[in-house]
């Protein structure tokens, strides 16, 4: 067998190898999984509220939250922060959540902000449709409840 032949022997295998080896680039990728989001109940005079709930990506690629929407208010990811004993919150245009980590959303930390609230959508109990829009995974579409409670 003479050399040329060898490296096309060799490559052959390592192709091969990489078809069938469970490390394959398709493996890589975010499972992003959305859990217990909720909208606070704001009282009628008020024209903004907050959100809460957890983005969990269980894969093993980071991916970035890039857009959120609702058709039923103006939504932003903001995240509150202490300057000199006065709490601001920050928007967040987009934000990266790691391979194996978690967005917790609570309050005092990061949260989504409703603004330009109508008040025959936002009633205790009602749903709220929001679009999570992520650069890998694409858009998910979560149900959150209108609740005036943690429970």
């Known amino acids: 067998m003479n050399k040329q032949q060898m490296i096309k022997n060799t490559l052959r295998l390592l192709f091969i190898l990489t078809i069938f080896s469970g490390n394959s680039f398709a493996d890589s990728q975010p499972d992003i999984q959305i859990e217990n989001f909720w909208i606070v109940l704001a009282p009628d005079v008020a ?3 907050a959100g809460y709930g957890v983005i969990r990506n269980n894969g093993n690629e980071a991916d970035t939250l890039v857009d959120i929407r609702s058709h039923a208010a103006m939504v932003m990811l903001h995240k509150t922060e202490i300057d000199s004993g006065m709490a601001q919150m920050i928007h967040m245009p ?18 989504l902000m409703f603004s330009d609230l109508t008040s025959a959508m936002f009633n205790e109990g009602e749903n ?12 998910i579409e979560v149900k959150a409840p209108i609740r005036s409670s943690w429970h």
């Open 47 to 49: 024209r903004s509220t």
């Open 94 to 111: 987009n934000i990266v959540i790691e391979a194996g980590s978690s967005l917790i959303l609570e309050p005092m930390s990061f949260h």
């Open 128 to 139: 709220i449709i929001l679009f999570l829009e992520f650069e890998k995974s694409g858009t």
